[in-house]
DNA sequence: TCTGGGGTCCTAGGACCC
DNA sequence: TCTGGGGTCCTAGGACCC
């Protein structure tokens, strides 16, 4: 028989950007917030008393613009770097309670307890929990269960009880819990197979648990019956307790206004073909192929182009200057004349580690040298005097494409001017 | 007027080989 | 007129995640 012994927690920050933005402004903590997506575009975190105003997830913002004004909901622009820094932190206490740990994404973490005894796994969940606040400031929810699928319904129904933490080892109450979880809530099952679930009459997470094996191999992918299986309790999704390196490297942007001529396009691919070269020299990665695309407006219907263009590096590579001459031709490729465009970006895919460089025949010795030395100095002044300190001319100075933020709480954790003021007397 | 950004994995189908 | 069979590798596109 098999049986899985295993004890998996998803801890998982509760509306972890608006947390973040509390923390520097203890003022809005009892007071509906929304952290806007890049360009003030949509709404990407919301707090009770927003979630409360039926304010969705995803939604554009000037579709809740209105009921943003009518309860005074604080509205923040996204800053991620503080978020990043938050989440650094929230990781490195979590460490401690348990050193097999899967951070899976910027608010959640996946920690194995195996060595937990079932009857503790509660307190220490609470344990958990209570530690990040008080260190962090960020409240989390906590899901135990015996794998990952099952943790994430744990986490889900802990999102909205009082104590935050929600225990199904061992738990009476699992299929009970299950039935109350729709099928698209359940971690795994999207749009798509949802749809395909509704009109096999599967509603419910419990539904999707009690499906014969047969029946999930014959009509879904593998993922599908991963799936079900993970309900049934049965691990098939193993902790990645090593963070791999990334496999592409993705920078893009929507504009700020829309842009037509090909001077300001190549001014925005090469800034994110910059930034991109910059992310992955850090991970002392190297790039073999390389993708630009443009677009318009995908909600804009008339008049709609989207296009993009690879280009496969001769020698693979990290070299700003070298990405940046190859993008610019992939872009004018693409390029059309009368187009209001909306959005570009750039791909840097087959990635590999740097040691793995292996050099062709048309790579020139010397010159790699001496572009790996100033690449290595433009990083360094980067960090050190801030972002685009150093740059080359085609990324502009102007920038009149560039993003939207009009609300943002500009804290910088590197920064002492932000510390919070703290007056004894 | 205004609709994010950055990832991963799976699968089908084509290219290629013997 | 008749046009194999089986295997691997690669990639684009779809689906999913936060």
Same mark, same amino acid.
């Given at each position: 028989?098999?049986?899985?012994?295993?004890?998996?927690?998803?801890?998982?920050?509760?509306?972890?950007?608006?947390?973040?933005?509390?923390?520097?402004?203890?003022?809005?903590?009892?007071?509906?917030?929304?952290?806007?997506?890049?360009?003030?575009?949509?709404?990407?975190?919301?707090?009770?008393?927003?979630?409360?105003?039926?304010?969705?997830?995803?939604?554009?913002?000037?579709?809740?613009?209105?009921?943003?004004?009518?309860?005074?909901?604080?509205?923040?622009?996204?800053?991620?770097?503080?978020?990043?820094?938050?989440?650094?932190?929230?990781?490195?206490?979590?460490?401690?309670?348990?050193?097999?740990?899967?951070?899976?994404?910027?608010?959640?973490?996946?920690?194995?307890?195996?060595?937990?005894?079932?009857?503790?796994?509660?307190?220490? +969940?609470? *344990?958990?929990?209570?530690?990040?606040?008080?260190?962090?400031? =960020?409240? &989390?929810?906590?899901?135990? %269960? /015996?794998? #990952?699928?099952?943790?994430?319904?744990?986490?889900?129904?802990?999102?909205?009880?009082?104590?935050?933490?929600?225990?199904?080892?061992?738990?009476?109450?699992?299929?009970?819990?299950?039935?109350?979880?729709?099928?698209?809530?359940?971690?795994?099952?999207?749009?798509?197979?949802?749809?395909?679930?509704?009109?096999?009459?599967?509603?419910?997470?419990?539904?999707?648990?009690?499906?014969?094996?047969?029946?999930?191999?014959?009509?879904?992918?593998?993922?599908?019956?991963?799936?079900?299986?993970?309900?049934?309790?049965?691990?098939?999704?193993?902790?990645?307790?090593?963070?791999?390196?990334?496999?592409?490297?993705?920078?893009?942007?929507?504009? +700020?206004? *829309?842009?037509?001529?090909?001077?300001?396009?190549?001014?925005? =691919?090469? &800034?994110?073909?910059?930034? %991109? /070269?910059? #992310?992955?020299?850090?991970?002392?990665?190297?790039?073999?192929?390389?993708?630009?695309?443009?677009?318009?407006?995908?909600?804009?219907?008339?008049?709609?182009?989207?296009?993009?263009?690879?280009?496969?590096?001769?020698?693979?590579?990290?070299?700003?200057?070298?990405?940046?001459?190859?993008?610019?031709?992939?872009?004018?490729?693409?390029?059309?004349?009368?187009?209001?465009?909306?959005?570009?970006?750039?791909?840097?895919?087959?990635?590999?580690?740097?040691?793995?460089?292996?050099?062709?025949?048309?790579?020139?010795?010397?010159?790699?040298?001496?572009?790996?030395?100033?690449?290595?100095?433009?990083?360094?002044?980067?960090?050190?005097?801030?972002?685009?300190?150093?740059?080359?001319?085609?990324?502009?100075?102007?920038?009149?494409?560039?993003?939207?933020?009009?609300?943002?709480? #500009?804290?910088?954790?590197?920064?002492?001017?932000?510390?919070?003021?703290?007056?004894?007397?």
């Amino acid at each position: 028989m098999l049986y899985s012994k295993s004890k998996i927690a998803l801890v998982d920050c509760n509306s972890f950007y608006v947390s973040c933005e509390r923390l520097f402004n203890p003022s809005i903590i009892k007071r509906p917030v929304i952290v806007l997506s890049s360009n003030d575009g949509c709404v990407i975190s919301r707090s009770t008393e927003a979630k409360a105003l039926d304010i969705k997830m995803g939604e554009p913002y000037f579709k809740v613009k209105k009921i943003v004004e009518k309860n005074n909901v604080k509205v923040f622009s996204t800053n991620f770097s503080l978020y990043g820094d938050i989440s650094r932190r929230v990781m490195k206490t979590l460490k401690q309670f348990s050193p097999q740990i899967e951070i899976y994404s910027i608010d959640e973490a996946f920690l194995n307890l195996t060595s937990i005894k079932d009857e503790d796994l509660f307190e220490y +969940g609470n *344990k958990i929990r209570k530690t990040i606040l008080k260190w962090t400031g =960020i409240p &989390t929810s906590i899901g135990i %269960a /015996a794998t #990952k699928t099952l943790s994430k319904a744990a986490n889900y129904i802990a999102k909205k009880e009082e104590s935050g933490v929600v225990n199904l080892i061992n738990s009476k109450q699992i299929d009970k819990i299950l039935s109350g979880i729709k099928i698209s809530d359940v971690w795994g099952v999207g749009r798509q197979l949802s749809k395909f679930y509704i009109k096999n009459g599967i509603n419910t997470a419990y539904q999707l648990k009690n499906v014969h094996n047969n029946w999930i191999k014959k009509n879904t992918s593998v993922f599908g019956s991963r799936t079900a299986m993970e309900l049934k309790g049965i691990s098939c999704n193993s902790l990645e307790t090593h963070q791999e390196k990334r496999k592409n490297c993705c920078v893009s942007r929507s504009f +700020g206004k *829309k842009v037509t001529e090909l001077e300001d396009l190549k001014e925005s =691919i090469t &800034t994110h073909c910059l930034n %991109a /070269a910059e #992310k992955i020299r850090i991970d002392g990665q190297t790039a073999k192929k390389l993708t630009v695309f443009i677009r318009t407006s995908p909600f804009q219907k008339d008049n709609y182009y989207a296009n993009a263009k690879d280009i496969d590096l001769p020698v693979r590579t990290n070299d700003s200057i070298e990405l940046v001459k190859q993008a610019l031709i992939a872009l004018k490729y693409i390029y059309k004349k009368g187009y209001k465009y909306q959005k570009a970006g750039i791909i840097l895919s087959g990635l590999n580690d740097t040691d793995v460089y292996k050099k062709n025949l048309f790579s020139l010795i010397n010159n790699d040298e001496k572009r790996s030395k100033l690449m290595k100095a433009i990083d360094y002044t980067n960090i050190k005097y801030g972002r685009f300190s150093l740059s080359i001319a085609q990324a502009g100075l102007k920038k009149k494409w560039n993003i939207k933020k009009s609300y943002s709480s #500009k804290i910088d954790t590197a920064c002492f001017n932000f510390l919070p003021i703290i007056r004894v007397h």
